[in-house]
């Protein structure tokens, strides 16, 4: 249980285009959802919430024209990267909590998506 | 307030030793403390967490020493294996309700065989 997929696992752009990445609960309804990014050898930053229904939160220093997330229903949150550039080039994950466990920190992450941007 | 640090940044351990990681917090309101493993091109998979109300707990060869006092949690991972080699992550729930993670800046763990 407690299943969560991204899509695609790895994408190749140029510079100036948008990326789709799609963020799936499998197996369980998700509340809230969350974007990371990872650099190389770095921890995981937090770029935003979202929450089903409702206007993604984004960090401080998140662009949120650059960063659209979309939650469009309790299993799957978008996140677009507009008019990509190469220093957007990272590892995204998202993360999901169970709606059935009401109260419960738990987030379940995906596999994450390596974004390259040339 | 908001960090949460991790020590060490890298440890090596022997086959069938004893890995210990640290994370220390300074906001007393942080009520879960998980801890995830990461392998390379790979998500965050949760390992185990802990709640401020209890000072241990185990879930296998893993386990978590909590020490609300010191604001400290452990890591400790029992008898290691090579597959363990992998890179560890604390981190602490906001406590604003909003369930978001303040995430230790990781411990990349080598087994050697």
């Known amino acids: 249980g407690a299943v969560v997929s991204q899509h695609p696992s790895w994408v190749i752009c140029k510079s100036g285009t948008s990326v789709k990445i799609e963020c799936r609960s499998l197996?369980?309804?998700?509340?809230?959802m969350f974007w990371y990014r990872q650099f190389p050898k770095q921890s995981l930053m937090l770029m935003a919430t979202?929450?089903?229904?409702?206007?993604?939160?984004?960090e401080q220093g998140v662009e949120k024209d650059k960063f659209l997330i979309n939650h469009a229903s309790l299993t799957l949150s978008t996140l677009t990267v507009t008019s990509a550039h190469p220093e957007d080039s990272s590892f995204y994950i998202c993360?999901?909590?169970?709606?059935?466990?009401?109260?419960?920190?738990?987030?379940?992450f995906g596999p994450g998506t390596r974004l390259t941007v040339l | 307030q908001q960090q949460v640090k991790q020590s060490p940044q890298s440890l090596i351990v022997q086959k069938g030793g004893i890995s210990i990681i640290n994370c220390a917090y300074e906001n007393t309101a942080f009520d879960y403390f998980p801890w995830y493993q990461q392998f390379p091109g790979k998500g965050p998979a949760l390992l185990i967490a802990i709640r401020p109300d209890v000072s241990e707990k185990k879930e296998g060869r893993f386990t978590i020493s909590f020490n609300k006092s010191a604001k400290q949690f452990s890591l400790h991972i029992m008898d290691s294996q090579p597959g363990d080699s992998a890179t560890y992550f604390c981190a602490a729930s906001s406590p604003s309700g909003t369930y978001k993670y303040i995430f230790g800046t990781g411990t990349r763990l080598k087994v050697l065989a």
């Open positions: 197996d369980f309804q998700a509340t809230t």
């Open positions: 979202s929450n089903e229904g409702s206007k993604a939160t984004y």
């Open positions: 993360s999901a909590r169970d709606r059935r466990l009401s109260g419960t920190d738990t987030q379940y």
